[in-house]
């Protein structure tokens, strides 16, 4: 069983940026692909950001290619999302997950963080 926290959210201005934290305990941290996915106001939880077991391949959503980048330290069990020049559309509760294959479906990831609220202010 892994258990995901994470960190890190807050609220930010419009063109800033925020670093989140997901720090894993509980299972072999290096052995799942890990992903981001946030849930805004009134809408569906979707994919943000993952990474591959070894963090050298990364799949973005488009509405956050060029902005967000996704990493993890193997060492530390833990993954960061970077998020640079935001905006109030990125406004959601970010939540990170572990899958056992590289995916960037919510239906493959089988252990969650409980989230973090991001707000983005104009």
């Known amino acids: 069983q892994v258990q995901l926290v994470e960190s890190g959210g807050g609220l930010a201005q419009a063109g800033g940026s925020l670093r989140l934290s997901c720090a894993a305990s509980?299972?072999?941290?290096?052995?799942?692909?890990m992903g981001w996915f946030r849930r805004a106001p009134g809408k569906e939880r979707e994919f943000v950001a993952t990474?591959?077991?070894?963090?050298?391949?990364?799949t973005y959503a488009d509405s956050v290619k060029g902005r967000f980048t996704i990493f993890r330290d193997n060492a530390k069990t833990t993954v960061y999302l970077q998020m640079n020049s935001l905006n109030p559309e990125d406004t959601a509760v970010y939540y990170c997950?572990?899958?056992?294959?590289?995916?960037?479906?919510?239906?493959?990831?089988?252990?969650w963080g409980q989230g973090t609220q991001v707000t983005v202010a104009s």
């Open positions: 509980g299972g072999t941290f290096s052995r799942y692909t």
């Open positions: 990474t591959n077991r070894s963090g050298g391949n990364t």
């Open positions: 997950a572990a899958a056992v294959e590289y995916s960037v479906s919510q239906s493959d990831y089988v252990y």
